[in-house]
């Protein structure tokens, strides 16, 4: 055997075997990130040829010993020095994926055409060794090279599975020397169909089919872990992704929970101390943001729970076939009188036929007056505030545009999102509790419809519902 050291030899190596550096291509863009799938399995394999590394040593000498005593001992030392030359190469190859870290898809490459190299010098050095041991023992049937070829395959089969070109190279060399031995025989020989060399050659094939069928298994076995692996790793990404946004909920919450209730604290510890005793004017200002907070705080928890019931399916939805004109005009009708203390206008231009929906009929309202609030917090005054419905494409559409502050482009997720607000931030300028339009969304598309809007910075937006057509 070869008396080597790693931490010795592989400075020496190390521009060989170490990752290429990943330098910005001429063009511009960064290397191509290693697939993870390839990167596993490469170390799999990688990992799994040094933990074999002395079994496989003490199979080489093992079998060198037999042939020098039995054979040739020149044959046995040629043999077990060329196997070790193709073990040192393997062995650095192995040791660097398996000290690989953040690579590319290109060194991943790499390191997969070495180790095909180095397994393929190796399969060749022991199908070689077997051969020369059948050339010398003449035409006669080859228990110790054929088993050794046979031991070699199965080996090959348990244990290299993880990548398959390597399996797939191994498995032809060994193949191809296991089927060279009895035929050359049969060529030299040319002896009766009664010769146990004929028989030797059938059971070659049949070893050579129960190998590669080992082989598959294996194989098969692994790709159904990866896949286990890879299904897991989603679900693990998921959960976390989940959880994120529930540590998020529950600080937003917490902090839009705790805004009013500090204020609402705040306003009854000054009037319980008695400050404002000889100011009542400044005693009922006390109050009344104590009232304002608390119906602040009424309509989170009332949205919260809304949206929490949307979300889990538990909403009890009442459909019925209903005039979406009729309930566009409740909606208005409902908030007329805050429109008129804004010194602003709400138009109806609704078709002058009733559009049925199959809906329910107090969520659509919920969604049509959380629009109209919407477009009332941002309007100017005194302006206009025009609802319109009409069908487009089976869709009952019903539309409110407003004349205010516009959305900027790009701010969807903002929009739509829960606690937010365009102008959101410590010092927004408009109240709520920035969960209306995203209830509304809920509400519609569990109704399999959609929601959208159209802005202009400056000049105003037209925010659109529309819900299926009932038929007629």
Known sequence: MVDFSYHDIAPRLGSVFAPARRDVRPNGHLPTPVNPRLEKRLKDFAHGGLCLLWKRQSMYVFVSLLAAIYIS???????????????VFD????????NWRNGTQQEALRFRHLLLLGSTLNASAVSAFAIG????EGPVPHQMPLFILFASGLFAAVNNH???????ARLI???????????????LV?????????????????VLYFVVECAQIFLRLYRENLDQLD??????????????VKSKFVSTVSHELRTPLTSISGSLELLGNGVFKTQPDKAEQMLDIARRNCRRLGALINDLLDLQKLESDKADFRIARTDMNEVAEQAVQAIESL????????????SRTALFAEVDEARMGQVLTNLLSNALKFSHSPSEIIVTSAVVDEFVCISVQDHGVGIPDGSEEIVFGRFTQVDSGDGRSQEGTGLGLSIAKTIVEQHGGFINYKSTPGAGTTFTMGVPLADS
Request: overall charge positive.
């Open 73 to 87: 001992p020149a044959l046995a030392l040629v043999s077990l020095l060329v196997c070790q030359t193709a073990e």
């Open 91 to 98: 062995f650095f190859v192995s040791r660097a994926v398996v």
């Open 133 to 136: 041991f059948a050339l010398l």
């Open 162 to 168: 993880q990548v398959p070109r390597i399996l797939l």
């Open 173 to 187: 060399v060994y193949g191809a020397a296991f089927l060279f031995i009895p035929i050359f025989d049969l060529w």
């Open 190 to 206: 040319r002896p009766p169909l009664t010769s146990p060399l004929w028989l030797q050659f059938a059971t070659a094939i049949f």
């Open 231 to 244: 299904t897991l790793r989603q679900e693990r990404d998921r959960a976390q992704a989940a959880y994120d």
């Open 339 to 350: 429109a008129l203390k804004k010194d602003i206008t709400i138009t109806c231009d609704l």
